[in-house]
């Protein structure tokens, strides 16, 4: 009687980026994850949150700052919007708040990367 064999499945080792962020429990094979791909990230580290998951693996995050009016010594409220890639491994959905940093572009608008959910 032949042995049967056990299919071993072995959770993907996820890189280390170098940045303080925790590492995705899931893995993936997505190219331009910065945790299982070749991506690697530099750069900026911006908070905010992420407004649109409409196109194919990107999001748009959004983040609000308050800006110095000197002339009327007050305050403004102002908002960024980032187009930034969303590897599948972190599973990122509308108003979750993320943390992205910057690497090299992928696109037109694509300069930054998803590299961690809160």
Known sequence: MPATKKKVVRKQKARDLGVDVPEPERGCKDPNCPFHGTLSVRGQMIEGTV????????????????HYLPKYERYEKRRSR????????????????????????????????VVAVR
């Not at 407004?51 to 308050?66: A, F, H, K, L, Q």
């Not at 980032?82 to 696109?107: F, N």
């Open 51 to 66: 407004r649109s998951t409409g196109m194919d693996r990107s999001v748009v995050v959004e983040r609000e700052y308050m």
């Open 82 to 113: 980032y187009s930034a890639h969303a590897p599948e491994c972190l599973g990122i959905s509308a108003g979750r708040q993320v943390t992205i940093m910057e690497c090299r572009p992928l696109s037109k608008t694509v300069s930054y990367v």
